[in-house]
């Protein structure tokens, strides 16, 4: 099993930035890539950014290019977004994901453990 704790979600107004932090443990040597999805009040959970442990290879939702950053710290089993220049339409839980697969690392259903979700709300 692996165990994934979010941080660093709150209230930001738009243009402004918020970090957040993903830490995981146990099998963490089971996993290969870490992903953060979203998901907005009535919508379908959505694929933000994904980092392979290995190599870093990255993967970004368009719509957040530019504006995010993913990264991780492997000695500390820890991924990040950095999200700047937030915009109201950024507002919704932000998940952390773990996968041991080596597929697209974009959908929802590659990822075997999630974590308990951290609020972000962008106000205009």
């Known amino acids: 099993q692996v165990q994934l704790v979010e941080s660093g979600g709150g209230l930001v107004q738009a243009g402004g930035s918020l970090r957040l932090s993903c830490a995981a443990s146990g099998r963490t040597f089971s996993t290969t890539a870490m992903g953060w999805f979203r998901q907005a009040p009535g919508k379908e959970r959505e694929f933000v950014a994904a980092?392979?442990?290995?190599?870093?290879?990255?993967y970004y939702k368009d719509s957040v290019k530019g504006r995010f950053t993913i990264s991780r710290d492997n000695a500390k089993n820890t991924v990040y977004l950095q999200m700047n220049s937030l915009k109201p339409e950024d507002t919704a839980v932000y998940y952390c994901?773990?996968?041991?697969?080596?597929?697209?690392?974009?959908?929802?259903?590659?990822?075997?453990?999630w974590g308990q979700g951290t609020q972000v709300t962008v106000s205009s």
């Open positions: 980092i392979r442990w290995s190599g870093g290879t990255i």
């Open positions: 994901a773990a996968t041991g697969g080596k597929n697209s690392y974009i959908r929802p259903d590659e990822y075997a453990y």
